[in-house]
């Protein structure tokens, strides 16, 4: 069972804490904090436990645990195996919450750690953001922001949110990255909620993945907050499905920021040029000449269709509709810029004159 997580107002009702070693040394500060009448119920006290009797800060029954010892207690906390059967039962029976010592934060960093969340932002479309993302972001203390990301939503962050800016950080692109993670990190172990927001999903060409990792090794937890890629509604917003029933069964995502042949490129241009489906590339206006050249080279007829959609879901978004054999040339007269995502093959034109 999962246990519900609760923050109790403790201030001035009484606590028993059972036990009088380190267990007991580790709750003890945290009962005080919270201002908690502190009963130590122990035959023994360690010295640093002790401390805190000579203090006067609490109170001590030097003997072993009584049921009577729950009069008025609002939680006990159990900081002595050798008593567990007795404390668990006198506290069922008295309808006393009873936290084990050890099920609690184990030490101070745990407490006070804050999160970091991966969000989604959506392809530009403020509305396009999910639910789940919205919330996190109107609760975040600190957002790290791309260049892609709704303007509009961080125009509604609440005041006082510390805004960090990823695509001004001033360095390459591989320390670039490294200096985000070091940010993210640094914050949520300053005990804040980070959100980090990415155009799109963080886990599509997103380097949200990068991210995760630096956050978990560095002992931040971590959470992914899908988003609407405009590798899919880009292409829709301007009429194109990715699929469709008896034109397409598929469709492949690709990254054409690095040109067919570069030593570091991943992508298999022969091999999708013999796919079928759809082919949709993101980041591929710069190398659009090379692509089509090397697509066509490997057997993809030159008259398939093209769609090429820029700054899908926001008021400026721009499609056009073209062929493999035309399309570079097109782009360059139609001036389209990024971001951009282009869509090859028989879907472009699958709804017909519905498509806008
Ligand atoms: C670094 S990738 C990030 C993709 C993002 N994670 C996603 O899921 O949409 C950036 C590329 O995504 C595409 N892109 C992002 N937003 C777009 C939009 N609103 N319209 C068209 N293409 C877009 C462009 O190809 C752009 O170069």
Redesign the pocket.
């Given at each position: 069972m999962t246990p519900y997580p609760l923050s109790l107002p403790l201030a001035g009702r009484r606590v028993v804490l059972v036990g009088g070693g380190t267990a007991a040394a580790r709750r003890l500060p945290g009962f005080l904090a919270a201002g908690a009448r502190v009963s130590l119920v122990a035959a023994e006290l360690t010295p640093a436990v002790h401390a805190y009797v000579d203090a006067g800060r609490v109170a001590w029954q030097a003997r072993d645990f009584a049921e009577v010892d729950l009069d008025d207690a609002w939680l006990v906390c159990l900081a002595d195996p050798a008593a567990a059967d007795t404390v668990l039962a006198a506290a069922e029976r008295r309808r006393v919450f009873c936290v084990p010592a050890e099920d609690q934060a184990p030490d101070n960093r745990a407490a006070t750690t804050g999160s970091v969340a991966l969000v989604?932002s959506g392809?530009?479309d403020p509305e396009l953001i999910t639910v789940k993302g919205r919330r996190l972001l109107a609760e975040a203390d600190v957002v790290v922001a791309d260049r892609?990301v709704p303007g509009m939503l961080l125009d509604a962050l609440r005041p006082g949110v510390e805004l960090v800016d990823a695509s001004k950080i001033p360095y390459g692109p591989s320390v670039a990255q490294e200096e985000i993670n070091r940010v993210l990190v640094d914050r949520a172990l300053a005990g804040r909620s980070v959100v980090r927001l990415?155009?799109?999903?963080?886990f599509?060409?997103?380097r949200g993945g990068e991210e995760v990792i630096a956050c978990v090794a560095a002992g931040v937890p971590v959470i992914v907050v899908p988003?609407v890629?405009?590798?899919v509604a880009?292409p829709a917003l301007a009429g194109i499905p990715v699929t469709h029933r008896g034109v397409a069964h598929g469709f492949t995502v690709v990254s054409g920021h690095l040109p067919p042949g570069h030593p570091e490129s991943l992508v298999d241009w022969g091999a999708l040029a013999r796919l079928g489906g759809t082919l949709v590339v993101?980041?591929?206006l710069k190398n659009l000449a090379k692509i089509t050249t090397a697509l066509v080279e490997h057997g993809l007829d030159p008259t398939a269709p093209v769609g090429v959609?820029?700054?899908?879901?926001?008021d400026r978004q721009r499609a056009l509709r073209s062929t493999v054999g035309e399309v570079a040339a097109d782009v360059a007269a139609d001036g389209i810029r990024?971001?951009?995502?282009v869509v090859i093959g028989p879907v472009v034109d699958a709804l017909g004159s519905a498509r806008r």
């Open positions: 989604g392809p530009g892609l990415k155009g799109g999903d963080p599509v060409f997103g988003g890629t405009s590798s880009a993101l980041m591929g959609v820029q700054e899908g879901s926001t990024p971001p951009a995502v």
